[in-house]
């Protein structure tokens, strides 16, 4: 989907993330819209628009939600789609998301939209609300038929593009202090040795261990630190390689099954997560949310769309997965020549991120884009 709908302001998971589910519906019970008697667009104020049983009551946003001016009037959802392009097809700012969607409480898993599923901006009681609807066109008009959803929960489409986070949630690049300090690890080999290759069998403990139970191994790099208080938050994680389980006790035997470098005693092992892609629901954080960049996968210094960054906030500052928060530029003290002394200048806005995993005090995002350069030590906020 073009990134030109996307505006300024434009994991957990399945499993883990049941009760924030977003998408609309994987229901044994046919889906019923409410009553409406036109699509968008608004209506005129000679006109009053239709009326239709209003959803559960929410708070209201403190910013306004507004539509993308060339939102359409109908959309069928595509494969391939992402909640987060369709949100802002119909949204300038699309972590408002769930102030427009209309959920049906008749229907099992009204959060979830699947590939057909029909998409229909709608007025009821004066406020915009996007309704799903399935059914067939016919004499130019959408005839609803109860219909049992056949459909596989995983077919569901995903909050965020999944291909952007797998390598690093099967390949962690940071650990978070408390795994990383109860961890598994390479105890040693057989012969006794103090590197290991791939195809080799390594003793392991510090852990439950089952049969083919497979790891990535994870070597303890440079410590992360909070930049505000200089607490240590975690480590950067150096991929080794991955490992199975093959015999159980303790220590238990794991065959090494690649290596990327020689594998060494103390090195951590990491099941491989096998978390449920990402679907929830984008929005703001609840709570006041006032934080940092501090890490960058793969290293690199400027940062832009779809790279992944880590956070010195986490679920204990009330973060989840799902929420969006903007990137400001931070801003740099400057000498002043002409009245002496030096000036901070202000922060500057630079983009904006969606969170798809926490931890307890740090979290990884995925920037949704970017407007200005991002780096290590940009801060983030509520947007």
């Known amino acids: 989907m073009s990134q030109s709908i996307f505006r300024p302001f434009r ?23 409410p009553p409406v008697t ?13 009326q239709a049983s209003p959803p559960p009551a929410r708070v209201a946003p403190a910013t306004p939600v507004r539509l993308n001016p060339a939102h359409p009037d109908r959309y069928v959802v595509q494969k391939g789609d992402t909640l987060w392009d369709i949100s802002a097809m119909f949204l300038r700012d699309p972590w408002f998301w769930p102030e427009i969607w209309y ?15 029909v998409l229909t901006l709608v ?3 004066g406020r915009p609300r996007i309704i799903r609807e399935r059914g067939e066109t016919a004499g130019g008009r959408e005839r609803l038929e109860p219909r049992v959803r ?39 080999s057989r012969r006794g040795h103090l590197v290991h290759g791939a195809q080799s069998e390594v003793y392991v403990r510090g852990g439950e261990f089952a049969m083919e139970q497979d790891f990535s191994v994870i070597r303890l790099g440079d410590r992360l630190r909070d930049p505000d208080t200089g607490n240590m938050l975690g480590y950067q994680g150096i991929y080794v390689g991955q490992g199975q389980i093959v015999r159980e006790g303790d220590p238990a035997t ?9 594998a060494l005693n103390g090195d951590r092992l990491l099941p491989v997560d096998m978390d449920a892609p990402p679907r929830f629901v984008p929005r703001p954080p ?73 931890y307890e005090n740090l979290s990884f995002g995925l920037i949704m884009q970017a407007e200005n350069e991002i780096r290590v030590l940009d801060k983030v906020r509520n947007p």
Not at 254 to 262: A, G, H, K, P, V
Request: net charge negative; aromatic share 8%; charged share 15%.
């Open 11 to 33: 994991t957990r998971l399945l499993t883990g993330f049941g009760a924030a589910l977003l998408l609309a519906g994987c229901a044994s019970t046919p889906d019923a819209p």
């Open 38 to 50: 036109a699509p968008a667009p608004a209506p005129a104020a000679e006109a009053p628009p239709p």
């Open 103 to 117: 959920v049906n409480p008749q229907v099992a898993n009204p959060h979830l939209i699947f590939p057909g599923d």
């Open 123 to 125: 007025y009821i009681d």
């Open 150 to 188: 056949a459909e596989p929960l995983e077919d569901a489409i995903l909050t965020i593009p999944y291909d952007r986070i797998a390598a690093f949630l099967s390949r962690p690049t940071v650990l978070d202090r408390d795994t990383a300090e109860n961890a598994p690890y390479i105890l040693s």
């Open 254 to 262: 794991m065959y090494l099954i690649s290596t990327e470098r020689e």
């Open 286 to 358: 609840e709570q006041a949310v006032d934080g940092s960049i501090i890490h960058v996968l793969d290293g690199v210094s400027l940062v832009g769309a779809f790279q992944i960054v880590t956070l010195n906030r986490g679920a204990s500052h009330g973060l989840a997965p799902g929420h969006v928060l903007s990137v400001w530029q931070a801003g740099q003290l400057a000498d002043d020549r002409f009245g002496g002394g030096r000036v901070q200048l202000p922060d500057e806005y630079a983009g904006y991120l969606m969170v798809f995993k926490t």
